[in-house]
């Protein structure tokens, strides 16, 4: 079975402060494939970025960036210079192999940005 | 842009009653997701459809049915809501790949309170 683990339920920074949301993940699959969603107050899920798992590159967009690393089944967000406006519940989710359109999400971390 | 809209932001019902969400998508996406929302449970898949009148039984279909009639949309029907099921209800497409590799974009949301 597969599952996402987000350990971190709420995390409080000030702004300016950079914060690193954690991400583990479980599945017995060969290629998998691996999401960040942001949901603002609103409540939409905006998603942020798809990474598979024979890509394990780190990513940068702007003050987002990813760190796979698939030794230790995690794949962990950074946020540099934290904003008032990335106050978010951040969502990681694991979509696996075979005929399976599932995907599993984790149960998300609250982020607070206070100003 | 994908867009994925919902038909109700907010929607008040009273127990017994049929309850009717519809989702619409504009990027011609073959696979439609329902998933509910709660605190401390994340999201949970309750259907998803990968093409017209083919639907799969996610993870707590029990309570719910769906329609998806064309391929721009897909309903989700509660035949009888009871108060368990308020909930915030999410909508998503997908392009067609299997494998839970195709990212999925969500709608804005239903607030639904069952009373």
């Known amino acids: 079975a597969q599952k996402v683990t987000q350990a971190q339920t709420e995390i409080s920074v000030v702004e300016k402060e950079d914060v690193t949301l954690d991400c583990v993940y479980e599945t017995r699959d060969t290629t998998y494939y691996l999401f960040w969603y942001k949901q603002p107050p609103s409540g939409e899920l905006v998603f942020l970025i798809r990474r598979n798992s024979f890509d394990e590159q780190n990513e940068i967009s702007g003050r987002y960036s990813w760190n796979f690393q698939k030794s230790t089944s995690s794949f962990n967000f950074t946020i540099t210079a934290s904003q008032v406006v990335d106050s978010a519940v951040y969502f990681c989710?694991?979509?696996?192999?075979?005929?399976?359109?599932?995907?599993?999400f984790g149960k998300g971390t609250l982020l607070t940005v206070n100003p | 842009d994908v867009k994925v809209t919902q038909s109700s932001r907010y929607l008040v019902k009273r127990t017994g009653e049929k309850v009717f969400l519809e989702c619409v998508q504009d990027m011609d996406h073959e696979n439609m997701f329902w998933y509910r929302q709660d605190p401390g449970l994340g999201l949970r898949l309750i259907y998803f459809?990968?093409?017209?009148?083919?639907?799969e039984k996610g993870d707590i279909p029990e309570g719910y049915s769906v329609s998806r009639e064309k391929k721009e949309r897909f309903s989700l029907i509660l035949e009888s809501a009871s108060t368990n099921q308020t909930s915030m209800y999410l909508c998503a497409s997908s392009w067609p790949g299997g494998a839970g590799e195709e990212t999925q974009y969500f709608g804005p949301g239903t607030r639904l309170l069952v009373l």
């Open positions: 989710a694991l979509g696996g192999g075979g005929s399976n359109y599932k995907l599993t």
């Open positions: 459809s990968y093409d017209v009148k083919m639907k």
